[in-house]
């Protein structure tokens, strides 16, 4: 009777262990971890991100609804990390982590780094916000199937989809 009871309860207990451990495994998201990171002016930057797919949708406009904030990424929320004080575009962003959000625009975007960097990417309350600056969208020469954040020079660039956006960072 034992034998009996125990063998299935093992059998719970081991789909449970590999569910909650694939779980955590975050690479095998349809949406994986990626990160950018280099140094800009003499600050140290790191940005920590999932990496959604286009998949065949429209995404900035339709799924990505202009005027709405995003969370820059998909899962977690973005994160941003600078080891000293700079200015985004001219404007000051003390040394810290924060969490990036963008409003998406036809014209211009939103670009938006949020004092609380650990949450989840829907969980954004504007009261929050440490700094916001505006930049100006651009389309890019071919489609962008996983959204991207590079750091090219002095400016952090996100492309996805057809379209691109940069801010620039200054120590």
């Known amino acids: 009777m034992k034998k ?11 789909f449970l262990a590999v569910t909650t451990m694939a779980q955590k495994d975050k690479s095998k998201r349809p949406s994986p971890p990626a990160k950018a990171e280099g140094t ?3 600050a140290k930057v790191v940005i920590d991100y ?3 797919s286009v998949k065949g949708r429209k995404i900035f406009g339709d799924l990505e609804a ?5 969370r820059t990424g998909a899962n977690e929320a973005t ?18 982590k924060y969490s990036l959000y963008s409003i998406p625009g036809e ?10 960097a650990n949450q989840w990417g829907t969980e954004y309350d504007e009261s929050k916000d440490a700094l916001r600056v505006t930049v100006k969208p651009s389309k890019t020469n071919k489609l962008i ?3 991207n954040i590079a750091i090219e020079g002095n400016k952090v660039v996100i492309r996805w989809e ?3 956006f940069a801010f620039a960072v200054k120590g």
């Open 50 to 52: 999932s990496s959604p």
């Open 79 to 96: 994160t941003f990390d600078v080891d000293k004080n700079v200015k985004i575009e001219g404007k000051d962003l003390p040394k810290g």
């Open 40 to 42: 800009i002016d003499g």
């Open 162 to 164: 057809n379209t691109q």
């Open 107 to 116: 014209k211009e975007w939103v670009v938006i780094f949020n004092k609380v």
């Open 4 to 14: 009996q009871i125990f063998f299935p309860l093992l059998l719970v207990a081991c």
């Open 66 to 70: 202009y005027g709405k904030v995003w």
């Open 145 to 147: 199937e996983k959204m």
